[in-house]
């Protein structure tokens, strides 16, 4: 067992990565059929996984910019919501397009109010990033019963429906339009086969492709963006110094100060442009109070299991996306029926993964989780619905607690900084 | 630094966080277009009614305990974000268990509050041991658990434990919690203070849990600064290295900390527990904030922090009177809680920056070290 | 020929204290200049002037006969001075490439940085100064020597022809000293100017050509080495006699104190930190610790301390096997420790003097009856270190971080010693601080050794090591390998042990 593993681990990080989504669909393909159902690798399920994925991936990418640059910000949540108010304000009055960058300015406010409370007047990270999650909150409850309460279908709590900036079908792949012509649905042929994995991996990738927002397809762009961004300019060395040793920066000439606004500011646009992906069509269509339900601390969950790398901030936005999703759209219980089973084989892996590196608490533990999963599967046949509304959340302490300790979180991460004091 | 000099710098801060908040509200509501004087003016005005008191002690009450319990987590450095969730939950499983017995006053009150304790502590906990064994970040851990308490525990146990047949008269919520007996409740101190004034109208009562409150305050102080234990969390909180090498237990320090925040925000529902007798549909949230706010204000101080919970009860009280009267939109209330938490903050900062600078001028009778 | 650098009445003040008063200096290009003078005299603060990181209040400087102002370390950089700090300032998880280029980045279109440029850069760098490294290990890879190095190719990379090293032996040993210096002479052949402080006499002696001595903040004298010996210098250091900390007389006894036997310690990646090591410390004894940095010693420490765990071995006090005991038994059972960084793990900085006295003794007399505070009998206590040791604060009410650091030293070192401890961990006890302080840390450590307490010593300072100390072990690489006689002992011979240059047959 262990030589096959060390043998995946030495391919290229594309490779890895697509045996391991392999594996993954492999295995919701199974329980499927021990299920039958076909919820778990639907099109529309891996579609709402990346439409789930994107904000919590927004999200953590600004935290990651934040971070890599020295202060945590506990406030995205916050910016989010402004986000969403300014998104929708902005996209109502003005158009789509508008709405989005109205969202990256609403949140980039939410940023400057930030890096000045941390970095100029060196207040505690996480309070200044409290206070603002409160903050917008009643700063989006003030706007709205100015604003929102003078439009048709607007109140208080939500505004009216709001444009968005449009989808777009892969041709070719998907069935997508090519000027005008229809073209042959490649994957959806494949799909509909109802052959065992090969259709389901169609259906997953089928998913992926159909209907995909463009503002989807610019948060995808971002990650090797920022990769390449954070390691391989001038601007990102300087900014990962922030974040690792500033003295060392301030030694050597660098603006620390100046990297760390930058680093807060672009954190407030992204969750920002999260904020505003979420009032648009592709996921809600409409501003409502609270509708961002805590996708601001996943999106920062997502940045600590993924390392504070960009490509695994999407590894976790997509897992949480697809949770998300799922849960939302499962009114009768049945799909988390099934992906109890689908964790309890997740919590399986874990438990033998763990004991291979000699882990034996942590082997334990996700043994026992394993086992009471698999009880209460088999003793079930749905779930209740508070359980789905909560399932991302448990998830993510799933994750946390057995991942955190193998994590590198930036060295001068959330400390003080004052010029000078070297 | 005379002890003069010392109060001045000590209140310059909230004095300077107050002015600040007053400023930027006043200036939101002159754009906004309502009238900033007549927005005070109400509010004061209202204050000033016995009845209102009465109600803004009640207010301040669980705003107190929230900020206790999150100040407790404080001194060590720790965020008790979940605060919320901790008090949801202990004010569920305390009114159910507390309807289901009835035993004598003493008795029947003493279990409720042990039991809303405990359920507070034992969840708080939850986040202070994954913190120690699992390197668990404690906040995003504490929000998690908040949802998932709001969301899911509690949504489950309400439906368990739903009353037969609607709630006590005299309340507007339909559905909750079976009621608790009489022998349950603590009793308003409405007797006591009308011997010091007249009679308290509008059916307003004073609620008994201020007695509660005020005693956990006595004990937060005495606890933090004059107990060895107390010692302990406070040194783990100023430097865990040096704490730990100094034989405090660093694991057991986190997960006590957790336990006892979690335990005094058990107590922030008995307010409404002891008044209504159950546990609503949709009881109200948002204290957890508040006592972060509390906290910050009060300096993690119990008398702070006091005197932070009777601020914000009073901008409470007032958002109510300012709806009423129309003299500004009630969500400036919420704004200014902002304001004022984020002004005392910075402002706490620049004093402490300039005290600090004043103490190394007077306090090195030595050459003193310089940056070598 | 213009000198390099002229420094003209240069004040700076901060809160309290006069770093640097009227200070002028001259450094003539090509040469290497020294700048003596104890703890607190106004070297870094000159320096850090000289390197733009801080802006003087009064006075001039002349660059090769340019008057220039500084407002960072760019503007210093780009005249030509390079400062390489005695605290490294290497960021772990990055390449030594990164750390080296940053702020001076080359780049291509775009801002992408052109790292085959700067590893090209950097070959040529190291190759024309002598100095190797390789651009793609990780900084935490490194050993000190290496980081060293790498800090000065920083500078060079920029093209400093001027360079200033802060305290560059500090956490040398001897034979890594002379491959410094003889780095140095290289880089004086190319035409470098450098400007060194050290307060090590011997050696500014043997590589300065000009020496220049501070004194509370002010120069005092400019001395060619060929006209000093390292007593005048030292005179001029300190302005009076130097004490020694030789110790007299034996007072060990034949009772095992403390006893550590086959003591092993690993890291979270099972690397062996410390190996097998075993000593005994008697009552009446000092026993040093000397090796370099890195090698194990913290980790000794921390073992006995109760803050690492021992993965084999046991630990032992007055007979008790206290391998599996808490930190607070120890504590609380004799164990006394002045730790190596006062800052992280010795004092509560916002706290009162009061309760850092009783950090690590909060649980008994007379800082606590029973599960309450004692405030009364803190602060007498308090008062009764304040008196003995000479802790220089108006009153036992002032934050800790009011007090110099020096105060602070003495703060702990009284704590400890006043709790009447049976056996005493003090590492690194006087570091940072002025001669004055360390010369009463060296008597409190003889009179206690004398009245019965058996001490475990590690320092940096050879001289105090074995000054101080009945037997001298070396610690290299985790192990013992080396137990010496300090009466026959120099700082030669002990820093040819500690770098393996010499060795003992294995003892048993």
């Known amino acids: ?287 409502n109070e609270g509708q961002t339900t805590g996708r601001g601390f996943i999106g920062l969950a997502a940045l600590i299991f993924g390392n504070w790398r960009p490509l695994g901030v999407l590894r976790g936005a997509l897992l949480f996306g697809y949770v998300f999703g799922l849960g ?94 070297s | 630094m ?90 569920l499983v305390a009114a159910h268990v507390g309807s289901l017995v009835s035993l004598p006053a003493v008795l029947h009150i003493s ?36 949802a998932i308490a709001i969301t899911g525990i509690s949504a489950w146990l309400i439906k368990e434990w739903q009353a037969e047949g609607g709630v006590r008269a005299g309340t507007t919520t339909r559905t909750g919690t079976t009621p608790i007996d009489d022998s349950g409740l603590l009793p308003g101190l409405n007797g006591v203070v009308e011997v010091f004034t007249r009679e308290i109208g509008q059916g307003k009562e004073l609620t008994g849990v201020f007695v509660i409150a005020v005693v956990v305050g006595v004990w937060y102080h005495v606890f933090i600064n004059r107990t060895v234990l107390g010692f302990d969390l406070r040194a783990t909180g100023i430097n865990p290295f040096a704490a730990r090498v100094g034989g405090v237990p660093p694991g057991r320090m986190i997960v006590l900390a957790m336990v006892l925040s979690g335990a005094v925000a058990g107590l922030i529902g008995m307010t409404e527990l002891m008044q209504t007798g159950f546990y609503p549909a949709n009881p109200i949230q948002s204290l957890g904030f508040a006592g972060i706010a509390a906290a910050l204000l009060g300096r993690n101080n119990p008398f702070g922090i006091a005197v932070a919970a009777l601020i914000f009860a009073f901008l409470d009280v007032s958002s109510g009177v300012l709806q009423f009267t129309g003299a500004a939109p009630r969500e400036i209330v919420v704004i200014m809680q902002g304001v004022i938490i984020l002004a005392a903050v910075i402002a706490y900062e620049i004093m402490r920056r300039v005290r600090e600078r004043d103490e190394a001028r007077h306090a090195s009778a030595a050459p003193a070290e310089v940056p070598a | 020929m213009e000198p390099a650098i002229e420094l003209t009445g240069i004040t700076k003040r901060f809160p309290g204290v006069i770093a640097n008063e009227n200070v002028s200096l001259t450094v003539e290009r090509g040469e290497i200049h020294a700048i003596c003078g104890e703890n607190g005299a106004g070297k870094s603060t000159l320096m850090k002037i000289l390197y733009g990181m801080q802006p003087a209040d009064e006075g001039t400087i002349r660059v090769m006969g340019q008057d220039v102002h500084f407002s960072s370390p760019n503007d210093a950089l780009a005249v030509g001075i390079g400062m390489v700090h005695q605290h490294f300032m290497l960021a772990d998880q990055l390449t030594v490439l990164e750390n080296v280029i940053l702020g001076a980045e080359p780049v291509l279109r775009g801002g992408r940085i052109d790292f085959e440029t700067a590893g090209e850069h950097l070959r040529e760098v190291g190759e024309a100064y002598g100095l190797t490294v390789s651009g793609d290990d990780l900084a935490e890879t490194l050993e000190v020597g290496e980081r060293q190095r790498v800090e000065i190719i920083k500078v060079l990379f920029r093209g400093a022809k001027i360079l200033i090293l802060d305290e560059p032996t ?16 290289e880089l004086k052949a190319a035409g470098t100017t450098i400007l060194f402080i050290d307060h090590k006499l011997d050696e500014v002696l043997e590589i300065a050509d000009t020496i220049t001595v501070l004194r509370q903040g002010r120069s005092v004298a400019t001395v060619k080495p060929s006209d000093v010996t390292d007593r005048d210098l030292a005179e001029l250091m300190v302005g009076s006699e130097l004490p020694t900390p030789a110790t007299t007389g034996s007072t060990v006894t034949d009772e095992v104190v403390l006893e550590v036997e086959g003591l092993t310690v690993l890291d979270e990646d099972e690397r062996v930190l410390l190996d097998d090591v075993s000593l005994r410390v008697h009552r009446g004894e000092v026993v040093g610790i000397a090796g370099v940095e890195g090698n194990g010693q913290a980790e000794l420490v921390e073992a006995i301390v109760g803050t690492a765990n021992a993965s084999a071995g046991t630990i032992s006090l007055l007979g008790d096997d206290i391998t599996a005991r808490s930190v607070r038994h120890r504590r609380e059972h004799g164990i006394g420790y002045i730790p190596m960084d006062r800052h992280r793990e010795g004092l509560l900085l916002s706290a009162p003097l009061w309760e850092t006295a009783s950090l690590g003794h909060q649980t008994r007399e007379p800082f606590a009856k029973g599960p309450w505070v004692d405030r009364a009998g803190a602060r007498a206590r308090t008062e009764l270190i304040r008196e003995e040791f000479d802790v220089r604060t108006p009153n036992v009410d002032v934050p800790t971080h009011a007090l110099s650091g020096g105060n602070q030293q003495k703060l702990i070192v009284g704590r400890e010693m006043s709790a009447d401890p049976v056996a005493l961990l003090a590492a690194h006890p006087t570091r940072g601080i002025d001669v004055g302080a360390q010369a009463a840390i060296w008597d409190d450590i003889r009179e206690a050794r004398a009245a019965g307490l058996a001490t475990l010593l590690i320092s940096a300072d050879l001289d105090e090591l074995i000054g101080l100390s009945d037997t001298v072990l070396v610690i290299m690489r985790g192990r013992i390998v080396a137990t010496l006689d300090p009466a026959t002992l120099t700082p030669r011979d002990l820093g040819s042990y500690m770098t393996g240059a010499a060795s003992q047959e294995a003892s048993g």
């Open chain 3, 170 to 185: 500090a956490v040398l040993v001897p034979q890594e000293v002379e491959e410094l210096f003889r780095n140095m002479r």
């Open chain 1, 328 to 421: 939302l759209r499962d009114l009768g219980g049945t799909a988390s029926h099934s992906l109890l089973l689908v964790n309890a084989i997740a919590l399986l892996g874990i438990a033998v993964w763990a004991y291979s590196r000699g882990n034996r608490n942590n082997a334990g533990l996700a043994g026992m989780l394993c086992v009471l999963t698999t009880i209460w599967y088999l003793t079930s046949d749905t779930v209740p619905d508070w359980w789905v509304n909560i399932l991302p959340y448990v998830v993510v302490l799933v994750v946390l607690a057995f991942f955190s300790q193998r994590l590198r979180m930036p060295a001068a991460d959330g400390q003080r900084y004052r010029k000078g004091e």
């Open chain 1, 1 to 287: 067992m262990s030589a096959r593993l060390t043998w995946i681990a030495e391919l290229p990080a594309w490779a890895r990565w697509a045996a391991y989504a392999a594996i993954g669909v492999f295995v919701l393909t199974l329980v499927q059929g021990f299920d039958d159902t076909d919820r778990l690798t639907a099109v529309s399920s891996s579609q709402s996984m990346l439409r789930w994925g994107v904000p919590i991936l927004l999200a953590g990418l600004g935290g990651l910019f934040s971070e890599r640059a020295g202060v945590v910000n506990i406030g995205l949540e916050g910016m989010m919501i402004l986000g969403t108010w300014f998104g929708a304000w902005g996209a109502i009055n003005y158009g789509a397009w508008w709405g989005l960058a109205a969202g990256l300015i609403g949140g980039g406010l939410g940023g400057l109010v930030h890096a000045v409370a941390t970095v100029q007047f060196g207040v505690d990270h996480i309070i200044s990033g409290v206070v603002i999650n409160v903050g917008a909150l009643g700063v989006a409850r003030f706007l709205s019963s100015e604003v929102f309460t003078g439009y048709a279908g607007g109140s208080i709590t939500q505004s009216p429906r709001v444009p968005g900036v449009g989808q777009f079908t892969f041709p070719v792949l998907a069935g997508g339009d090519i000027g005008g012509w229809s073209s042959p649905d490649v994957l959806g042929w494949f799909g509909d086969r109802g052959w065992f994995f090969v259709s389901d991996v169609a259906n997953v990738s089928k998913g992926l492709v159909t209907e995909v927002s463009f503002v989807t397809l610019i948060a995808l762009a971002l990650v090797p963006f920022s990769t390449w961004l954070l390691w391989r300019t001038r601007f990102g060395l300087r900014l990962r110094i922030c974040g690792e040793r500033p003295e060392a920066g301030e030694a050597q000439g660098v603006n620390v100060y100046l990297y760390k606004y930058i680093g807060v500011l672009i954190s407030g646009a992204l969750a920002g442009l999260a904020g505003a992906f979420i009032v648009s069509p592709e996921l809600s269509g409409i501003y």
């Open chain 2, 2 to 91: 005379s002890t003069g000099r010392r109060v001045i710098l000590g209140l310059a801060a909230p004095v300077a966080a107050l002015v600040f908040a007053v400023v930027t509200s006043s200036i939101v509501l002159l754009i906004s277009g309502s009238d900033p004087l007549a927005a005070y003016g109400d509010m004061f005005s209202h204050a000033a009614k016995l009845e209102t008191l009465v109600d803004l002690l009640n207010r301040a009450t669980p705003l107190y305990l929230a900020g206790v319990a999150v100040a407790i987590g404080f001194r060590m450095n720790l965020f008790n974000i979940g605060v919320e969730g901790q008090y949801l939950l202990a004010f």
């Open chain 2, 111 to 146: 279990l409720i509050l042990i039991v809303a304790m405990s359920v507070g502590g034992a969840y708080a906990g939850v986040a202070g041991v994954l913190k120690v064994t699992r390197g668990v970040n404690e906040v995003i851990s504490t929000i998690m658990l908040n």
